[in-house]
């Protein structure tokens, strides 16, 4: 029976060591050699057991056994050495985690799933058991067929489902998920990722944002941390254009060049060639981008897409990520400039930053096995229960203007799925969205002006608490009665919504940041 471990499968029946199904040569006597210890991983064996089980009928010295060994090593690459340990005057033990049977489903036996959030339907699949989930998010339209399609991006999956519980899926809008007419909000897809780990039957999981997927990933984590274990973020950004004060993002006229081509020539596949620039020379490569395109999206959703990516800007948000933190950043970046990784890193608290060589965009292809590591890092640190409940939080602060009602506040909080505040004019939602309708439902029926902002929120049993409120109170204070002002934090994290934006032309200086005010209306 095959043994798996990362991305190695180990075939007694062939003989074979195969790395991302291809074979690696080795010596008979090797061969052996690692067969043994992986069979035997539960203890350290003994150089003379070894000596005596495998060369029986033959004068090997020491000398030739650690040769062995070290050939082993060198055929297991940039692990070798940790995967094989040695254990002075004992022996030695393979350390990996292996698991025997077959090896994951293959595209072929790919078994979607669908889970309700909302009215929409979001396909998705798990690969892999474990006790640790580890959610994929992958970026722009990279659907879950193509990712089982190719034998690279398949096989990283595989070897991350050596770890724990894989669990994959399609964006709505792309890949088998329902296509939507409006553009999507990041409060929709956080509703969706949460609609797919409910289906799963997961309370916790290790997240994993690949590229724009990494915008997702970080609301999440900052929203529920209480649900994320950890944090893994492969060329990943915080804002996807350039300003004078973020250098890093895409030109003006890099944007409209991509447009242009989701316009005119889109399913040819270059809007994803320079995910791994180290592959565009393999014909199948080419070809594989270009089914990707085509499976993920038409062009119309592909641009929505893209115009909910340009709108996005996470940067004031990144110091409310309290999980554990890998960024992973290609220095040679063609997709992203290579500096967006450190940006995030030295901006999310604690974050460990890797950088690592070459210019492949996503760690599906020659760097995979720092993803793998990535992943044992977050599992191996420990994650001390937090003091406060910290978490990320939109809060609605109201000002009254009149006599008002505080049961019907209460109950609009309800109906769009807040917690209000008991005896205050204040209430956390979480998402946008959902604060800035009941903003503008709860002026509809009392004389009130509202204010509403996204920022960091603190809560030790009943009592929420936080500079979030004190911040949307200012600005209901600054609003006409009637009115719902937000601040420009907050306006940055609802591309896709039925709503509209005008400037007020003020500003409010509080906790040392300078707060954009804008005036929020449903859209007529």
């Not at 004190?470 to 039925?498: K, M, N, Q, Y």
Request: one cysteine or more; glycine letters at 8%; a neutral charge.
């Amino acid at each position: 029976m095959t043994i798996v471990f990362d991305e190695y499968e180990l075939d007694p029946a062939r003989r074979e060591l195969r790395m991302n199904g291809e074979p690696r040569s080795l010596q008979p006597q090797v061969f052996d050699l690692l067969l043994y210890l992986v069979e035997n991983r539960e203890r350290v064996v003994p150089k003379r057991e070894l000596l005596d089980e495998l060369w029986s009928d033959a004068v090997v010295t020491e000398g030739s056994l650690q040769r062995a060994v070290s050939l082993a090593r060198s055929a297991l690459g940039k692990r070798g050495a940790e995967l094989i340990q040695t254990y002075p005057r004992q022996g030695y033990r393979f350390v990996g985690k292996a698991r025997d049977g077959q090896k994951p489903p293959s595209e072929s036996a790919l078994r979607p799933r669908y889970a309700q959030s909302g009215d929409v339907h979001i396909a998705y699949a798990t690969i892999g058991q474990g006790e640790t989930d580890i959610v994929v998010v992958n970026g722009w339209i990279m659907p879950m067929r193509a990712m089982f399609r190719h034998p690279a991006t398949r096989a990283a999956l595989e070897s991350i489902s050596a770890i724990g519980r894989v669990i994959t899926f399609d964006k709505r809008g792309t890949g088998l998920s329902d296509r939507v007419k409006d553009l999507p909000s990041h409060q929709q897809r956080m509703d969706d990722l949460r609609a797919v780990l409910d289906a799963c039957g997961s309370k916790q999981a290790i997240l994993v944002g690949v590229s724009e997927g990494g915008a997702l990933a970080m609301l999440y984590a900052a929203t529920y941390p209480e649900r994320v274990l950890g944090l893994v973020l492969c060329g990943a950004f915080a804002r996807m254009t350039r300003t004078k004060d973020y250098p890093c993002g895409y030109t003006l006229e890099e944007t409209e060049r991509l447009k242009g081509y989701i316009r005119k020539a889109w399913g040819k596949g270059a809007s994803l060639r320079a995910i791994a620039p180290s592959q565009l020379d393999d014909p199948a490569f080419v070809s594989w981008v270009a089914f990707a395109e085509q499976e993920g999206s038409s062009p119309g959703g592909a641009l929505d897409l893209l115009e909910m990516n340009l709108r996005l800007d996470l940067r004031e948000l990144l110091p409310s990520i309290r999980v554990p933190t890998v960024v992973m950043q290609a220095a040679e970046d063609k997709m992203i400039d290579p500096s967006s990784g450190p940006y995030l890193a030295a901006r999310i608290p604690n974050a460990k930053y890797v950088e690592c060589p070459g210019d492949d965009h996503v760690f599906f292809f020659r760097t995979r096995h720092e993803l793998v590591d990535a992943l044992r890092w977050i599992l191996a640190k420990e994650r001390p229960p937090p003091e406060e409940d910290r978490f990320l939080s939109t809060v609605l602060a109201g000002r009254g203007h009149g006599d008002v009602d505080l049961e019907t506040w209460s109950q609009e909080v309800r109906r769009f799925r807040g917690h209000a505040v008991p005896g205050r004019l204040q209430a956390c939602f979480d998402g946008p969205i959902r604060a800035l309708r009941c903003g503008t439902a709860v002026t509809e029926r009392m004389p009130l002006s509202c204010g509403v902002h996204t920022g960091e929120v603190v809560r030790q049993g009943a009592i929420t608490a936080g500079a979030a409120f004190a911040i949307a109170e200012a600005l209901a204070a600054r609003a006409p009665a009637g009115e719902v002002w937000a601040s420009h934090v907050l306006v940055d994290l609802v591309p896709g919504a039925d709503l509209d934006f005008s400037e007020t032309g003020q500003q409010l200086a509080m906790q040392g940041r300078q707060f954009s005010l804008l005036s929020v209306h449903p859209q007529r």
